[in-house]
């Protein structure tokens, strides 16, 4: 018999526009990677086999983010979640190491809801911590020269509720699944400092670092503010 071959399924989730922009850097990241994948162009592919994306558009609303995604996990039950999302006026790209059990939003999400200082699980731990290999992905993606930075916040808008819930849920169906959020620059301002193809770049190396089995590296690689 030949040696068995292990399907790596990623889920990797991009933002609908919201705030009354009409376009949202993460679905074009997301689309340009699926594409990669597609030509069997991804770092991952050459490094791990049989690597799938199974991608999933969100709509920008608390509580109904999460759900759509959770829910996608459990269908899929992938090795990896990755969310990405847009954070407009940031110039890197950001791996956000922490989820906060809060909601408090400065803008209304696109369903008109605008919680402020609400936790997302009542009974939830105050924070969990993204479990990628995000500091070893870091390392990869500085060396290729793309501007990128660990991140200890994703906020307090819908980009933090998805993580914190993702994350809150694997933990409580004491899942193998390993997850992370992503926020990319606004791709289309006039000379980003990252492009769409850097950031595609950028997820590439995330995953294939993450689907590696050991732990994560302990390089001093921390924000001092």
Do not use: W
């Not at 997301?30 to 069997?40: C, D, G, P, S, T």
């Not at 059990?101 to 924070?127: F, K, M, S, T, W």
Request: with cysteine; aromatic share 4%; hydrophobic share 40%.
């Amino acid at each position: 018999m030949g040696e068995a071959r292990t399907l790596h399924r990623v889920l990797i989730s991009a933002f609908e526009p919201f705030g009354g922009a009409t376009r949202n850097s993460s679905q074009d990241v997301i689309h340009a990677l699926v594409k990669r994948a597609e030509r069997r162009q991804l770092t991952a592919q050459k490094e791990h086999r049989d690597v799938v994306l199974i991608p999933l558009l969100l709509p920008v609303e608390f509580a109904t983010a999460a759900q759509i995604l959770t829910h996608a996990t459990s269908e899929h039950s992938p090795h990896l979640v990755i969310s990405v999302g847009l954070a407009a006026g940031t110039d890197t790209i950001r791996l956000e190491r922490v989820g906060l059990n809060l909601r408090d939003a400065r803008i209304p999400d696109n369903a008109g809801a605008q919680p402020v200082d609400q936790a997302i699980a009542e009974e939830g731990e105050p924070a969990l911590f993204s479990t990628l290999r995000q500091k070893a992905a870091f390392e990869r993606i500085t060396a290729a020269d793309i501007p990128a930075s660990l991140s200890l916040s994703a906020g307090s808008y819908v980009c933090n509720d998805v993580l914190y819930s993702v994350l809150h849920h694997l933990r409580n169906q004491n899942s193998g699944t390993r997850a992370a959020f992503v926020h990319v620059p606004d791709l289309h301002a006039s000379n980003p400092p990252p492009t769409v193809d850097q950031a595609c770049t950028a997820l590439d190396l995330l995953i294939s670092e993450s689907l590696k089995c050991e732990a994560d590296t302990h390089s001093p690689v921390g924000n001092l503010h």
